[in-house]
């Protein structure tokens, strides 16, 4: 597999504030990466610094290769769709698909003009008069239209109502399809992607708290609800994430697989077994609690 | 497609800020002279200081220009590099055409004879000496200078923010404070009026030379300015 993008202990500080620490993972070519975590964890910030449109305070990133500062091998096979970004205040909505149009080189013009159908856009009108939700459409119409070879959405949603969310899902995973591309999608509706990503990295305070193929981590965890007794019984010697409890009624999450002779013994009990969503994985490693015990899911 | 260009198409968007506004303003300014010169029924000579509008709208497009289009064009992945060479194509192709427009403007109301109402709006005394190729590149070299003086002033707060503009800011006020202080202590004021009276014409060219100092400063700053 040809690496996209390597970093290698990558640090950003701000004065005496250390927002990236020592962050390291690869990102590999035609897959669909989730990049997750909490507001502030860092997310963006290294998004940023993959773009170059931040300078590491240390560390080694390599983006197809090379240094992607001022080089434009690398920066014209990027589109980074950010909830930020700022538009020029005489802009319309053309004026930025047509600039579009000419910086990247693979733009395709006629499936952007479909996206705009699709998301219902006025292409005549100023961006500074869009709600919140169309310009989110037009980040999301640059960012599958451009076709780069790495595709980075951060928090492209916002604003959206469910229908276009969900029509932003399906145009990606259709013209993904047809046109492989190394996705990097940082969003917090989690459940909403998590069938798309094939690898997920969590990043909490800074850190890489996960790095892994999401098929393995649908495995990782499970739920176990039935009769308080048993399931303290089951949960015995196990890595706990999660306890709740209501009347005599108790649920535990718990991190590792469990075997086929385990579970035919817990439903004997009435205990009953459901995976831990994606959400709620992530949900329990970030909440403050459980921080520092993450190695050993790997 | 070269992304130098891209930057450009992206100035060419914003018409009003790089063409419209200035030269509405120039010609506004030019209809109420020439009204006035109607009134006057063209006895009295009207030197018209309105030309300098276009000097000064100039300096304003580029400070406004940057804050507006350089994360944009960071956020579609322009390097710095194209995004400043790109800026400063503009600055010089405007700088050019109006130029040109001034010069064209300026022969009229030679042939006119001041526009048959002894008005003097797009030459000012001195100029009458300089041939039309000689105006033509006074024009240019003082648009091309308050271009690039806007740029690196826009360029200081890119890259350092407001404590960049604060320390450049007060920097300028200190040291103009204490010249003019010392001009006046010294009682040089006089002098230095009588040295510009015979030497404006080396300050026109010294802008050239001024302005490419401006414009290495702002590609420095441009270099390490983040979005």
């Not at chain 1, 970004?85 to 006629?110: E, H, M």
């Not at chain 2, 100035?11 to 200035?22: A, F, R, S, V």
């Amino acid at each position: 597999m040809n690496r996209i993008v390597e970093v290698n202990r990558l640090n950003k500080t701000y004065g005496s504030d250390t927002v990236i620490k020592d962050v390291s993972f690869a990102i590999e070519e035609n897959k669909i990466y989730g990049l997750l975590g909490r507001n502030g964890a860092g997310k963006t910030t290294i998004m940023h610094m993959i773009t170059a449109q931040l300078f590491p305070s240390g560390g080694e990133l390599k983006v197809f290769g090379e240094n992607p500062y001022e080089n434009n091998r690398v920066l014209s096979r990027i589109s980074f769709i950010k909830e930020s970004q700022k538009y020029p205040d005489i802009f319309r909505i053309a004026d930025v698909l047509d600039i579009a149009a000419s910086l990247y080189p693979n733009w395709d013009q006629s499936f952007a003009e479909q996206l705009i159908e699709d998301f219902r856009l006025p292409v005549k009108r100023r961006m500074k008069k869009l709600s919140r939700g169309m310009l989110s459409s037009v980040g999301i119409i640059v960012g599958l239209a451009s076709r780069a070879p790495l595709t980075i959405f951060d928090e492209p949603y916002l604003g959206l109502d469910a229908v276009a969310r969900n029509l932003f899902y399906e145009r990606l995973i259709e013209d993904y399809a047809e046109h492989p591309r190394t996705v990097i999608l940082s969003t917090h509706l989690i459940d909403e992607v998590s069938n798309m990503l094939e690898h997920v990295i969590v990043i909490d305070n800074g850190r890489i708290l996960l790095d892994e193929e999401a098929d393995g981590l649908r495995g990782k965890a499970f739920t176990a609800v039935g009769p308080a007794a048993a399931v303290s019984a089951f949960a015995a010697g196990k890595q706990l994430i999660h306890r709740e409890s209501i009347g005599g009624l108790a649920s535990v999450s718990v991190l590792g697989d469990v075997s086929g002779a385990e579970r035919r013994q817990a439903e004997a009990q009435g205990i009953e077994l459901v995976p831990v969503s994606l959400q709620q994985l992530i949900v329990h490693l970030t909440n403050g609690k459980t921080n520092g015990k993450v190695a050993e899911l790997g | 497609m070269n992304r130098m260009t891209g930057v450009m198409k992206i100035h060419w968007k914003d018409k009003w800020n790089w063409i419209y506004i200035p030269w509405i303003i120039l010609l506004f300014s030019f209809a109420v002279n020439v009204f006035i010169g109607v009134l006057t029924g063209g006895e009295e000579q009207i030197n018209s200081g309105g030309l300098s509008s276009i000097f000064i709208y100039i300096f304003v497009c580029s400070l406004i220009v940057q804050g507006q289009t350089f994360s944009f064009a960071l956020g579609l992945n322009v390097r710095r590099t194209d995004y400043f060479a790109g800026t400063s194509m503009m600055g010089l192709l405007v700088s050019a055409a109006s130029a040109i427009v001034l010069s064209f403007f300026s022969l009229l109301e030679k042939w006119s004879d001041g526009w048959g109402v002894n008005l003097h709006f797009f030459t000012i005394p001195f100029m009458n000496s300089i041939s039309p190729i000689g105006r033509l590149g006074i024009y240019f070299v003082v648009l091309v200078h308050m271009f690039f003086m806007g740029l690196v002033i826009s360029s200081i707060y890119r890259r350092f923010r407001r404590t960049g503009l604060f320390v450049f800011f007060t920097t300028l006020f200190v040291l103009s404070s204490v010249a003019s202080f010392s001009l006046t202590y010294y009682g040089l004021w006089l002098d230095v009026f009588g040295w510009i009276a015979n030497h404006y014409m080396e300050m026109f060219v010294w802008m050239a030379p001024i302005a490419v100092v401006y414009a290495l400063l702002s590609y420095a700053m441009i270099r390490r300015a983040t979005v």
